[in-house]
Protein backbone atom coordinates (compact mmCIF):
# COMPACT_ATOMS: atom_id res chain seq x y z
CA UNK A 1 0.00 0.00 0.00
CA UNK A 2 2.32 2.81 -1.17
CA UNK A 3 0.10 5.78 -0.02
CA UNK A 4 2.05 9.03 -1.39
CA UNK A 5 0.13 11.42 1.16
CA UNK A 6 2.04 9.65 4.26
CA UNK A 7 5.21 8.68 5.30
CA UNK A 8 6.19 4.84 6.83
CA UNK A 9 5.63 7.26 10.01
CA UNK A 10 2.53 8.19 9.88
CA UNK A 11 1.28 5.02 8.45
CA UNK A 12 2.76 3.53 11.37
CA UNK A 13 1.27 5.87 13.89
CA UNK A 14 3.67 8.25 14.69
CA UNK A 15 5.34 8.60 17.84
CA UNK A 16 2.96 6.55 20.03
CA UNK A 17 3.10 3.87 17.47
CA UNK A 18 7.23 3.67 17.52
CA UNK A 19 7.01 4.23 21.56
CA UNK A 20 5.18 1.27 21.52
CA UNK A 21 7.72 -0.76 18.96
CA UNK A 22 10.47 0.13 21.06
CA UNK A 23 8.37 -0.93 23.96
CA UNK A 24 7.51 -4.77 22.29
CA UNK A 25 10.84 -4.60 20.95
CA UNK A 26 13.00 -4.13 24.40
CA UNK A 27 10.87 -6.95 26.10
CA UNK A 28 11.58 -9.52 23.30
CA UNK A 29 15.04 -9.01 23.76
CA UNK A 30 14.56 -9.62 26.95
CA UNK A 31 13.18 -13.04 26.41
CA UNK A 32 15.67 -13.83 23.98
CA UNK A 33 18.67 -15.83 25.94
CA UNK A 34 21.24 -14.42 23.50
CA UNK A 35 20.04 -10.91 23.58
CA UNK A 36 18.66 -11.06 27.32
CA UNK A 37 22.28 -10.28 28.08
CA UNK A 38 23.35 -7.10 26.69
CA UNK A 39 19.56 -5.59 27.26
CA UNK A 40 19.52 -6.67 30.92
CA UNK A 41 21.98 -4.41 31.56
CA UNK A 42 21.15 -0.69 33.01
CA UNK A 43 21.49 1.72 29.95
CA UNK A 44 20.23 5.17 29.21
CA UNK A 45 17.11 6.10 31.02
CA UNK A 46 15.43 7.49 28.24
CA UNK A 47 16.18 4.00 26.11
CA UNK A 48 12.87 3.16 24.94
CA UNK A 49 12.43 6.43 23.92
CA UNK A 50 15.65 6.86 22.02
CA UNK A 51 15.01 4.01 20.17
CA UNK A 52 11.50 4.82 19.57
CA UNK A 53 12.99 8.06 18.29
CA UNK A 54 15.66 6.68 16.27
CA UNK A 55 12.67 4.14 14.40
CA UNK A 56 10.48 6.65 13.83
CA UNK A 57 13.31 9.47 11.95
CA UNK A 58 14.68 6.44 9.85
CA UNK A 59 10.89 5.85 8.38
CA UNK A 60 9.99 9.82 7.94
CA UNK A 61 9.73 10.99 11.78
CA UNK A 62 11.00 13.81 12.99
CA UNK A 63 14.85 13.87 13.30
CA UNK A 64 14.59 13.37 17.33
CA UNK A 65 17.52 10.83 17.47
CA UNK A 66 19.72 12.71 15.39
CA UNK A 67 18.95 16.14 17.23
CA UNK A 68 19.40 14.42 20.73
CA UNK A 69 21.68 12.00 20.20
CA UNK A 70 23.85 12.92 17.42
CA UNK A 71 22.79 10.65 14.53
CA UNK A 72 23.46 7.03 12.96
CA UNK A 73 27.08 7.07 13.98
CA UNK A 74 26.22 7.84 17.51
CA UNK A 75 23.66 4.61 17.18
CA UNK A 76 26.72 2.72 16.19
CA UNK A 77 29.14 3.78 18.42
CA UNK A 78 27.06 2.61 21.25
CA UNK A 79 26.95 -1.15 19.90
CA UNK A 80 30.46 -0.73 18.60
CA UNK A 81 33.17 -3.60 19.89
CA UNK A 82 30.45 -5.87 21.64
CA UNK A 83 32.11 -8.73 20.41
CA UNK A 84 27.66 -10.51 20.06
CA UNK A 85 27.70 -13.54 18.89
CA UNK A 86 27.49 -14.26 14.70
CA UNK A 87 23.69 -15.30 15.26
CA UNK A 88 22.53 -11.97 16.75
CA UNK A 89 21.20 -10.13 13.94
CA UNK A 90 18.84 -13.27 13.21
CA UNK A 91 18.00 -12.82 16.40
CA UNK A 92 17.17 -9.54 16.62
CA UNK A 93 15.16 -9.58 13.51
CA UNK A 94 12.90 -12.32 14.66
CA UNK A 95 12.51 -10.50 17.99
CA UNK A 96 11.77 -7.41 15.62
CA UNK A 97 9.09 -9.21 13.80
CA UNK A 98 7.82 -10.14 16.51
CA UNK A 99 7.66 -6.93 18.12
CA UNK A 100 5.91 -5.39 15.06
CA UNK A 101 3.25 -7.83 16.09
CA UNK A 102 3.04 -6.88 19.57
CA UNK A 103 2.76 -3.22 18.94
CA UNK A 104 -0.37 -3.90 16.75
CA UNK A 105 1.12 -2.20 13.78
CA UNK A 106 -0.79 -2.11 10.73
CA UNK A 107 -1.38 -5.50 9.29
CA UNK A 108 -0.60 -4.78 5.51
CA UNK A 109 2.44 -6.91 3.77
CA UNK A 110 3.97 -4.32 1.99
CA UNK A 111 4.19 -2.20 5.03
CA UNK A 112 5.70 -5.48 7.37
CA UNK A 113 8.26 -6.18 4.96
CA UNK A 114 9.31 -2.88 4.34
CA UNK A 115 9.94 -2.84 8.00
CA UNK A 116 11.55 -6.40 8.06
CA UNK A 117 14.00 -5.59 5.11
CA UNK A 118 15.01 -2.33 6.93
CA UNK A 119 15.75 -4.39 10.01
CA UNK A 120 18.03 -7.28 8.16
CA UNK A 121 19.98 -4.89 6.67
CA UNK A 122 20.17 -2.35 9.95
CA UNK A 123 21.07 -5.57 12.35
CA UNK A 124 23.75 -6.78 9.59
CA UNK A 125 25.45 -3.46 10.07
CA UNK A 126 25.57 -2.75 13.26
CA UNK A 127 26.95 -6.63 13.39
CA UNK A 128 29.55 -5.27 10.84
CA UNK A 129 30.58 -2.87 14.08
CA UNK A 130 30.61 -5.72 16.69
CA UNK A 131 34.53 -7.16 16.51
CA UNK A 132 36.62 -5.41 18.69
CA UNK A 133 38.53 -2.92 17.37
CA UNK A 134 36.37 -1.74 15.31
CA UNK A 135 36.17 1.71 14.00
CA UNK A 136 32.66 3.72 13.23
CA UNK A 137 33.04 6.56 10.78
CA UNK A 138 31.91 9.60 12.54
CA UNK A 139 29.97 10.98 9.48
CA UNK A 140 27.46 7.91 8.75
CA UNK A 141 24.64 9.08 7.45
CA UNK A 142 21.18 8.63 9.24
CA UNK A 143 19.25 5.79 7.09
CA UNK A 144 16.37 6.94 5.65
CA UNK A 145 13.09 4.80 4.03
CA UNK A 146 10.48 5.18 2.35
CA UNK A 147 7.59 3.45 0.83
CA UNK A 148 10.29 2.64 -2.19
CA UNK A 149 12.93 1.02 0.62
CA UNK A 150 16.35 2.72 1.26
CA UNK A 151 16.26 6.70 0.19
CA UNK A 152 19.43 7.47 -0.83
CA UNK A 153 21.47 10.37 1.21
CA UNK A 154 20.89 12.66 -2.09
CA UNK A 155 17.31 12.24 -2.13
CA UNK A 156 16.88 13.58 1.58
CA UNK A 157 19.06 16.13 1.59
Do not use: K
Not at 79 to 101: I, K, M, N, T
Not at 117 to 140: K, N
Amino acid sequence: MTDDRSTVYEFAGGAPAFLALATALNDRCLEDPVLNHPFSHPGHPQHLERLAGYLGEVFGGPPVYSQMCGGHSAMLLIHAESGAYDDLPDRFVACFDQAVEDAAFPYDLEFRQLLHEYMVLAAREVHTYSPQGSVVPLDTAMPRWSWNGPVTREEYL
